[in-house]
């Protein structure tokens, strides 16, 4: 059966009848300057880790980002084809998008897939006229912009913990990744399906900055001295 959910041993099959790998942590924090996104690098199946190296985080935009929870092959291809709906959107009305019109033409397709779902969790964070913004849209499209922070996968309990323990709005995106890394880290320590390294987007006004494994490193020494 399509969009099945294998019960008991943590595996599901997408829409097309394929294995999916499942078991995320991921959070965004919106801050005075732009907004940062983060997600760790384990993929499971079960009680079997299939990758160390999984991408959760994809650059769909200039100044936007998506980042992922749920089945890694449906994010590849979500992630691919909102990236040419963007492309076709700027040639269609000679402007970027925002991130809500980003975040309505996912919730859109997901919605029209309503009874076949891609089985992901997706937060559309970035950076437009309007200002630093996060979107959290469920499998079928609800889509809800967030004020603050949010996480997502099965290591949220964990993360939201320090979130809400150390975040203000008035923090930068550098204090805001601290933070992000530090409720990622936390995730990793109790849940299973989280590990093997951080990825970390700081989107503002003026760049786009995907973290290096190095400046990673030196920030999570930093804290946990």
Do not use: W
Not at 27 to 39: H, K, M, Q, S
Not at 50 to 75: C, E, F, H, L, N
Not at 84 to 104: F, Q, S
Not at 134 to 144: K, L, N, Q
């Amino acid at each position: 059966m399509y969009g099945m959910h294998i019960s008991g041993m943590g595996q599901s099959l997408n829409q097309y009848g394929d294995m999916v790998f499942k078991g995320t942590t991921t959070v965004g924090l919106i801050c005075r300057d732009g907004v940062v996104l983060a997600t760790e690098k384990r993929a499971t199946m079960g009680n079997y880790i299939a990758s160390r190296r999984a991408k959760k985080i994809y650059q769909i935009a200039d100044r936007v980002a998506m980042t992922t929870a749920g089945s890694v092959g449906d994010a590849q291809f979500l992630s691919r084809l909102v990236k040419v709906e963007n492309k076709l959107y700027e040639i269609r009305k000679e402007e970027k998008p925002t991130v809500k019109a980003i975040a309505t033409m996912i919730s859109n397709l997901l919605n029209s897939y309503r009874y076949f779902p891609y089985l992901v969790q997706l937060l559309i964070g970035g950076v437009d006229r309007r200002g630093p913004s996060i979107y959290s849209i469920d499998p079928i499209g609800g889509a809800i912009e967030e004020k603050d922070i949010v996480a997502t996968g099965s290591g949220s309990p964990t993360a939201y913990g320090v979130l809400e323990d150390r975040y203000s709005r008035d923090i930068s995106v550098d204090e805001g990744v601290e933070i992000a890394l530090r409720a990622i880290t936390s995730a990793m320590k109790r849940d299973s399906a989280s590990g093997d390294g951080i990825d970390v987007v700081k989107i503002t006004g003026k760049e786009y900055v995907q973290l290096e494994a190095e400046d990673i490193d030196e920030i999570i020494k930093k804290f946990k001295k």
